[in-house]
């Protein structure tokens, strides 16, 4: 249960400082397009860092236990997709990983992943990876590619966030809750979430356009937060608070992104797995993840 919110966190986020050079000329207007699907054959680089910072405690049999953990992380690499679905979400491809690194606190523990070719797919809804040569992927190197690489929802991954008509740089406009909703509970096929699209909200605005690397592109400020998400044998509340900066070029056609996310969840309640005894728990975790695509 622990690790459902860092799934919903990751799904959430399916995608260095930004530049701030102004882009010579501009619209009055802008009809933006969130969706990018990918095709086969399309090739691209991703690098992710995140860290995390988790604290807490239980309370079983009456005895208290604080607990804290920290983590940091990153991931390079080049994809090729192999499949897409209805949507253009990669639901198969390879990953060639340039370097992977975790530590585990201040501890450096070994992946063993650079240099490798993994082929990434989803059966059943889980995240399944595979060494080209065969060997196993340790419990640590395949808990880092899972928060990077989270299953295809088969919903629009963007469409919650589409105005649904044209902005001018500067506007906000809310969250379409239910969308949002539907993508978040899409981690249901891992752990039974349920979403209330009522307890969904936040907003998107159009912060302006700007240029990344010689391309136009829209800089989007995105609050949102969601509360009271069900969970499997878990009786209580959660709660899921979320800024992200995005530049996303104008041109629709274009696939590449550079993302800046903060994320905090929370959940105070009880675990009640079948067979087991009952646990009090209160934690809060905090997710900074960054995250290139070119």
């Not at 986020?13 to 501009?26: D, I, Y």
């Not at 829209?218 to 900066?245: E, N, W």
């Amino acid at each position: 249960m622990k690790r459902t919110l860092v799934i919903l966190t990751m799904v959430f986020l399916a995608a260095a400082v930004f530049g701030r050079t102004p882009v010579t000329a501009k619209k009055s207007s802008y009809n933006i397009t969130f969706n990018r699907p990918f095709a086969r054959g399309d090739r691209f680089s991703l690098k992710v860092e995140l860290s995390l910072n988790k604290t807490g405690h239980t309370t079983f049999a009456g005895s208290m236990i604080p607990f804290t953990h920290k983590m940091k992380a990153t991931l390079s690499g080049k994809v090729r997709v192999l499949k897409v679905n209805d949507v253009g979400e990669a639901t198969m491809f390879f990953f060639h990983v340039a370097k992977a690194t975790y530590h585990d606190g201040e501890t450096p523990v070994p992946l063993g992943l650079d240099g490798l070719q993994l082929g990434v797919s989803f059966p059943s809804g889980k995240a399944h990876f595979v060494r080209r040569d065969g060997k196993s992927i340790s419990e640590d190197a395949e808990m880092l590619l899972s928060m990077v690489f989270t299953p295809p929802t088969g919903e629009n991954p963007r469409g919650y966030l589409a105005p649904g008509h044209p902005v001018k740089e500067g506007d906000s406009w809310p969250i379409n809750s239910e969308k949002l909703a539907k993508v978040l509970a899409s981690a249901k096929k891992v752990e039974g979430v349920k979403v209330d699209p009522k307890k969904v909200k936040g907003t998107v605005k159009l912060v302006n356009v700007e240029d990344w690397n010689g391309e136009p592109c829209y800089h989007l400020k995105i609050v949102a937060d969601a509360k009271d998400m069900g969970m499997q044998y878990f009786l209580g509340s959660t709660s899921l608070k979320a800024t992200r900066d995005i530049l996303l070029p104008v041109s629709p056609k274009s696939w590449r992104e550079k993302e800046e996310a903060r994320i905090v969840t929370g959940i105070a309640g009880t675990m009640t797995p079948p067979g087991g005894r009952n646990t009090q728990i209160v934690e809060e975790t905090t997710i900074n993840y960054k995250s290139v695509i070119r």
